[in-house]
């Protein structure tokens, strides 16, 4: 049998192409019965179903699939050959950790080792996570043996706090103002559907043993983020996913996308990256209201952004410490984020601050047109940033989202490209549970390693720092309860909702004026 070829970054034609497909649903009910619980045997599950399809198109399949109340199952499908498919059981395994991930991966790798290895991780999303050991998380050291207490709720110091959020008092001498560098993390952790840290997934591929990969589609939420992919750069090609929600398709676009790899003959890992997006769209633009922004980035070209991204940080910096008007330009950084692109991170579907992930590309654009003084060369570095992530979106939809009709989502500006967190973006005290860990960049080696890893791009750049000083003088409240947002699935079997009209409310930021009552929210 002919295999479509695949030619990778460094000129290489490979023989034929594996797909290796992580799927940790183990977690969700939803994903791992989905469609509305029809599939209770995993092959009635229509990613089954898809992956069969995608062997018949002379792509290898590979996939670890793990679902609710079920054993871990390895299935193996050959290219060409769907009916050949076997299913073994691996027990139970730890999605989240970096070896079972960098497991699958070697066991591509030996089964076919002159194929292409093409990553695709189903189920949740994130963005940024910490790498956290929870062995770690004692009574004595979460408290450090007492001298923090941890309460939940609204107290009269933080009146506006979400009911269920951990805090602290205000003024707690362990707490420097401005930012919650707490000496030990935070107690909080999600409890439902975490996905692998970001440590851990640039961990899993450094240490697989297998040769790098051509494209990792991250066909979840959130996960087209700066740091994970500054992380994840040495190990692959190309990158491909969306930096707000997707929708949970179950792997719908895959037959006709390695359809057409088939009938090509061949592509390079640049193209099927951008498939990936492309597919992606199709499925979803299709129903309507499904409305998603997808993107491909040539891996390589992280080190140049990263390197541009430490730079308007530091001027960044410069100018909030060095300025005389510090407020003023507090304000004017303020006032570039509200304008730039939001993704989900809060209660509630609107896309706009507080959300805590910014779209890198937008908020540098914005920067290029805020009112700083003109030595610090923000302008400069900021348009610097948006030329090396251009290119980086491939398409963005503009629709209502079937999962609340009241709200539109607006991905068509061009300066979009992928997430980076940005907690607490107006300034009121209150952050996103993982922040501890993200600025905690010198953790004190005498206390317990609650967060045993730390990702480099925390530590090369100045983004870190840029964040700690944007945030000084303004008092630590709390931090905001911790969940992985639920994942949006397709509307697979319901008419689509009725559309609102267009005099109804809109979260897309740039059809709406700045709405200073959502600092109080």
């Known amino acids: 049998m002919t295999y479509p070829t695949l030619t990778t970054d460094d000129g290489r034609e490979t023989r034929s192409v594996t797909l290796a497909v992580f799927a940790p649903f183990g977690t969700d009910e939803t994903l791992s019965t989905y469609p509305e619980g029809a599939s209770q045997d995993l092959t009635q599950h229509p990613l089954f179903e898809n992956l069969l399809k995608v062997a018949e198109q002379g792509t290898h399949v590979l996939a670890l699939i793990d679902r609710a109340g079920h054993d871990t199952l390895l299935v193996r499908i050959p290219a060409g050959q769907p009916g050949a498919v076997t299913v073994e059981s691996r027990w139970k395994q730890d999605m989240s950790a970096p070896n079972t991930l960098a497991g699958l991966l070697h066991e591509a790798w030996l089964w076919q080792p002159d194929s292409a290895i093409v990553?695709?991780?189903?189920?949740?999303?994130?963005g940024y996570l910490p790498e956290i050991d929870r062995r770690k998380l004692s009574v004595t050291n979460i408290t450090d043996h007492g001298k923090v207490v941890w309460k939940i709720g609204v107290t009269d110091e933080s009146?506006?706090?979400?009911?269920?959020?951990?805090?602290?008092?205000?003024?707690?001498?362990?707490?420097?103002?401005?930012?919650?560098?707490?000496?030990?993390?935070?107690?909080?952790?999600?409890?439902?559907?975490?996905?692998?840290?970001?440590?851990?997934?640039?961990?899993?591929?450094?240490?697989?043993?297998?040769?790098?990969?051509?494209?990792?589609?991250?066909?979840?939420?959130?996960?087209?983020?700066?740091?994970?992919?500054?992380?994840i750069a040495?190990?692959?090609?190309?990158?491909?996913?969306?930096?707000?929600?997707?929708?949970?398709?179950?792997?719908?676009?895959?037959?006709?996308?390695?359809?057409?790899?088939?009938a090509a003959g061949g592509a390079s890992s640049a193209q099927l990256a951008r498939w990936f997006a492309e597919g992606n769209r199709d499925v979803l633009a299709a129903k309507g209201n499904h409305p998603t922004t997808g993107c491909a980035v040539h891996l390589a070209a992280m080190h140049d952004v990263t390197e541009k991204l430490d730079d308007l940080a530091d001027a960044l910096l410069s100018a909030l410490r060095i300025a005389p008007n510090a407020s003023d330009v507090r304000n004017e950084i303020q006032q570039a984020i509200i304008r730039a692109q939001q993704y989900d991170t809060e209660a509630g579907l609107p896309l706009e601050t507080p959300d805590e992930l910014t779209d890198l590309?937008?908020?540098?654009?914005?920067?290029?047109?805020?009112?700083?003084?003109?030595?610090?060369n923000i302008a400069a570095l900021a348009q610097g940033l948006v030329n090396a992530l251009n290119g980086v979106k491939v398409y963005g939809e503009n629709d209502h989202p079937w999962i609340d009709p009241s709200v539109r989502w607006n991905f068509s500006e061009t300066t979009l490209a992928m997430n980076i967190f940005l907690p607490d973006p107006l300034l009121r005290g209150l952050w996103d549970w993982r922040s501890p860990y993200y600025l905690d960049v010198n953790p004190d080696?005498?206390?317990?390693a609650v967060q045993p890893a730390i990702i480099d791009f925390l530590q090369v750049t100045d983004w870190v720092d840029f964040l700690i000083e944007y945030h000084k003088d303004t008092p630590f409240l709390g931090l905001l309860p911790a969940v992985i947002p639920e994942f949006?699935?397709?509307?697979?079997?319901?008419?689509?909702?009725?559309?609102?009209?267009?005099?109804?409310?809109?979260?897309?930021?740039?059809?709406?004026p700045d709405q200073p009552s959502q600092m109080a929210q």
């Open 488 to 512: 949006p699935v397709f509307n697979a079997r319901f008419e689509p909702p009725d559309q609102p009209s267009d005099s109804s409310p809109a979260s897309d930021h740039h059809d709406r």
């Open 159 to 231: 009146p506006t706090l979400p009911l269920g959020s951990p805090i602290l008092p205000l003024g707690s001498p362990i707490l420097p103002l401005g930012s919650p560098i707490l000496p030990l993390g935070s107690p909080i952790l999600p409890m439902n559907h975490m996905p692998i840290s970001t440590w851990g997934m640039g961990r899993a591929l450094q240490t697989a043993g297998v040769p790098k990969l051509a494209v990792i589609h991250f066909n979840n939420c959130f996960n087209m983020s700066a740091e994970l992919l500054h992380t």
């Open 361 to 376: 590309c937008s908020f540098a654009q914005a920067l290029t047109a805020v009112n700083l003084p003109a030595h610090y």
């Open 234 to 262: 040495p190990y692959a090609d190309f990158a491909a996913g969306y930096p707000n929600y997707n929708f949970f398709t179950a792997g719908a676009a895959y037959p006709t996308l390695f359809a057409r790899l088939n």
């Open 119 to 126: 990553l695709t991780l189903e189920g949740h999303g994130a």
């Open 445 to 448: 080696p005498a206390k317990p």
